[in-house]
């Protein structure tokens, strides 16, 4: 069985601080493919970045970066100089090689506060 | 390129009548996927749909079913509304599924309450 936990149930940080929402999955596959994504209030989720189990390169782009280790089994997703458009709740997702099943942490809320 | 569309946005319905969702997937995906959001349970798989087939089934009651037509366009159907059946229903669709560069992409979903 798969299981993505989040600890973090919420998080305030005001704008412009760096935020680091943790994320730690469990899987017997040895093929796997991480996934963050994006809720904002209107609901839709939003893709974010998707990350392969036999690629552990990490990642930067704009503001946003992530750390995948699969030592730890944990892609941790920071974003740096915060702004309150960021506010939303954030989903980590676990899909394995057998379809299309996403199994999702129980979720982040951000917010940033002006 | 337009993004995934859901139908209706918002739907009340009262406890035992049945409801039918619908998703048109982004042209070209031929994968899609049906999720329900409630917050006690979080975001849960329903089930996947390609070319017409069902490929993979959450852990959800028979009264949860959904098809698949030709031109991708999918439909989930709940009946005997229960009032636990309160939820965001998302939609996603994806190009390759199985493709280790699939990512699927959702649409707005729909709100249902259930009285």
């Known amino acids: 069985a798969q299981k993505v936990t989040q600890a973090q149930t919420e998080i305030s940080v005001v704008e412009k601080e760096d935020v680091t929402l943790d994320c730690v999955y469990e899987?017997?596959?040895?093929?796997?493919?991480l996934f963050w994504y994006k809720q904002p209030p209107s609901g839709e989720l939003v893709f974010l970045i998707r990350r392969n189990s036999f690629d552990e390169q990490n990642e930067i782009s704009g503001r946003y970066s992530w750390n995948f280790q699969k030592s730890t089994s944990s892609f941790n997703f920071t974003i740096t100089a915060s702004q309150v458009v960021d506010s939303a709740v954030y989903f980590c997702?676990?899909?394995?090689?057998?379809?299309?099943?996403?199994?999702f942490g129980g979720g982040t809320r951000l917010m940033v506060k002006p | 390129k337009a993004g995934v569309t859901q139908t209706p946005r918002y739907l009340i319905k009262t406890r035992g009548q049945q409801v039918t969702l619908s998703c048109s997937p982004i042209?070209?995906?031929?994968?899609v996927s049906w999720y329900q959001q409630t917050p006690g349970q979080g975001l849960q798989f329903l089930f996947e749909y390609f070319s017409e087939t069902q490929r993979n089934k959450g852990n959800f009651p028979g009264r949860f079913s959904g098809r698949q037509f030709s031109n991708s366009r999918s439909e989930m159907n709940v009946s005997t509304l229960e009032l636990g059946d309160s939820a965001l229903y998302l939609c996603?669709?994806?190009?390759?599924?199985?493709?280790?560069?699939?990512?699927?992409?959702f649409g707005p979903g729909t709100r249902l309450t259930v009285l």
């Open positions: 899987t017997r596959d040895t093929t796997y493919y």
């Open positions: 997702a676990l899909r394995n090689n057998a379809g299309n099943m996403l199994t």
């Open positions: 042209s070209g995906h031929r994968s």
């Open positions: 996603a669709s994806s190009l390759d599924p199985g493709s280790y560069r699939d990512e699927q992409f």
